[in-house]
């Protein structure tokens, strides 16, 4: 027997899932799926920011395009911070493709002129 | 002087829904007053996921989720001003307006929205006893420097306080790299979200103590050392349990309190809620005034503000056509175990159905929520969990309005 949280919407969801797998108390399909992924293979999205190399004391937000194994997110954060990018950003631009080869890219999050 | 028909008082997340209702209800002649240099208010520095699940049925980030926003008022071509403070205002709806360019400005509005968020609460307001030393910040302000301008607050850190900001900023201090010893809560609960304690701190393997404070902060220059000591349920000190931390920083995280000193001017009643006292189409008391957001009562799922926002909007739109005609006023009042209700006031004229947006006094189970007027049961809806950090919302049809007395109650019962 495993307990944990779902975290997939503010609802936090107080997740069991017993030795067969079977999950219980999720108040919807996606917990249920975050269960099984939380004893699998854990995974998480990250958001950081990264310098705006033509601004002063300014940074620009960045996110994972999608989740990351729970493992690697301090060497994904050592990467994001060497980036930088120029100013204007959109979002949606991509500051760096498949970053250490997870299959994941690292999108910008605001729209900078 | 010039005039408007609506001036929207803050561009963030719920001036521009509301800017945004009433351009789509036919009111053309607005403007959006925004003190800081883009749209999109707290929003900007909250670079985390988690928004727009209810609105756009996906997560977003901050950033994200205020420029789909940004984009309608473009869109709309709804006029906005940057840089640019309110100051004052009157009854007769006349605002004082000083930004750089033009100096100190006028305009006379028909109606007025005031949506000018929150602030937090600082040290000197929680009175820490102990040195004035330097280190001591709040979550918000620790959040604009990380997150706008790239700057640490501090390398070993204690967070005092677990709302979500706090929660947040736990997690997001400790993947640039500083320590986060621990967060330490007041209250015998945690204030955040169960979510953000997942994924914020059992993450991160941070400790969080429930019933325990700073008793005492130590630092001659910088902050040395924080004593972080339990309380009893008086909320006072126990002796003897005292626990020594050293670290740079206390990053406060302890309540926001909605910003309304604006409404001083126009001897504005207020709430329970600290923002103005409204009805059900969020009009304050003084005519033709109207508020929404974290400056009418502190949310914490920005899609409720947005909602919000444009419920102001509606409601300012047909104050503008004049289609509010009023009556008497029912007023609504909370009872037994609810802290606060907005609105706190409907409107015997009312067409509409009517939302109920409350927060319980302190955590609670299998609950029956009675709504009564003279006596007689409105409403009885049950709720297996209450907690004081999520705000409830409950809806209460038109057709139930006539059954109203003078004063409609909200209490919980146990079942
Ligand atoms: C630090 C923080 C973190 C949050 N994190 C989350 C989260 O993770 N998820 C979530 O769903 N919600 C979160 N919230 C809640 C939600 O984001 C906010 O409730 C929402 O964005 C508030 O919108 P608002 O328009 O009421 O206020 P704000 O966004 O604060 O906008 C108010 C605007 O008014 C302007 N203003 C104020 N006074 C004046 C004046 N006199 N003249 C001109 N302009 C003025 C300000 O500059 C500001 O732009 C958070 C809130 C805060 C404070
Ligand atoms: S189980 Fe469904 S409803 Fe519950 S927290 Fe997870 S995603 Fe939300």
Redo the contacts between chains.
């Keep these: 027997m495993k307990e944990?949280?779902?975290?997939?919407?503010?609802?936090?969801c107080?997740l069991t899932v017993d030795d067969n797998m079977n999950v219980t108390g999720n108040t919807c399909p996606r917990g249920k799926q975050y269960a099984i992924s939380e004893l699998t293979n854990p995974v998480?999205?990250?958001?950081?920011?990264v310098?705006v190399n033509n601004r002063d004391?300014?940074?620009v937000?960045v996110?994972t395009s999608g989740s990351i194994p729970?493992g690697k997110?301090?060497e994904v954060?050592d990467e994001i911070n060497k980036l930088s990018v120029s100013a204007p950003t959109r979002?949606g631009d991509i500051v760096k493709k498949d970053i250490l080869g997870l299959g994941v890219d690292i999108l910008i999050?605001?729209?900078i002129d | 002087m010039r005039t408007v028909d609506l001036l929207i008082i803050g561009g963030g997340s719920a001036g521009m829904a509301a800017a945004i209702q009433a351009k789509k209800e036919g009111i053309d002649d607005i403007l959006i007053v925004e003190r800081d240099e883009h749209l999109g208010g707290i929003l900007?520095q909250c670079?985390?996921?988690?928004f727009g699940?209810t609105e756009f049925k996906e997560e977003l980030?901050?950033?994200?989720y205020l420029?789909r926003f940004?984009k309608q008022v473009e869109e709309l071509k709804i006029p906005y001003m940057l840089n640019s403070m309110v100051i004052s205002l009157t009854k007769d709806k006349i605002v004082t307006i000083s930004n750089k360019e033009e100096g100190v400005l006028e305009y006379k509005a028909r109606a007025i929205i005031m949506a000018t968020g929150c602030y937090e609460r600082s040290a000197g307001a929680i009175q820490i006893p102990g040195d004035r030393c330097s280190g001591i910040i709040t979550a918000g302000t620790a959040q604009k420097y990380?997150?706008?301008?790239?700057y640490l607050c501090g390398k070993r850190i204690v967070i005092l306080g677990s709302g979500d900001i706090g929660l947040i900023m736990a997690r997001r201090l400790t993947?640039?790299g500083a320590k986060v010893i621990c967060v330490s809560e007041l209250m015998p609960y945690s204030n955040g979200?169960?979510?953000n304690?997942?994924?914020c701190l059992?993450?991160y393997n941070i400790p969080l103590y429930l019933s325990r404070s700073v008793s005492k902060v130590i630092g001659k220059n910088r902050l040395e050392k924080v004593i972080l000591t339990a309380v009893d349920d008086k909320m006072q000190f126990i002796p003897g349990t005292d626990m020594e931390i050293e670290c740079d920083t206390l990053i406060l995280s302890v309540g926001l309190i909605p910003y309304i000193s604006l409404l001083d001017y126009i001897d504005c009643p207020t709430s329970s809620t600290k923002g103005a006292k409204v009805n059900e189409h969020m009009e304050t008391m003084i005519d033709g005034i109207f508020s929404c957001g974290n400056c009418l009562h502190v949310h914490d799922?920005v899609d409720f503000v947005t909602d919000e926002g444009r419920l102001a909007g509606h409601g300012a739109a047909m104050y503008l056509k004049d289609q509010l005609q009023k009556g008497d006023a029912i007023n609504v009042l909370p009872k037994d175990g609810i802290g606060y209700v907005v609105p706190q006031q409907i409107d015997r004229n009312n067409q509409e159905d009517v939302t109920f947006k409350f927060r319980v006094r302190r955590p609670v189970k299998d609950m029956n929520l009675i709504i009564e007027s003279n006596g007689q049961l409105i409403a009885k809806i049950f709720k297996p969990v209450l907690i004081p950090s999520e705000m409830v919302m409950v809806k209460l049809s038109k057709d139930k309005l006539p059954l109203l007395g003078e004063e409609v109650s909200l209490r919980l019962e146990e079942r």
């Design positions: 944990f949280t779902c975290i997939i919407c503010p609802r936090g107080r998480r999205t990250i958001t950081s920011s310098r004391d300014l940074l937000s996110k729970k997110i301090f954060m979002i999050t605001k729209n | 900007n670079i985390h996921n988690g699940l980030t901050g950033p994200e420029s940004v990380l997150n706008i301008h790239g993947l640039e979200l169960n979510r304690i997942a994924q059992n993450d799922v």
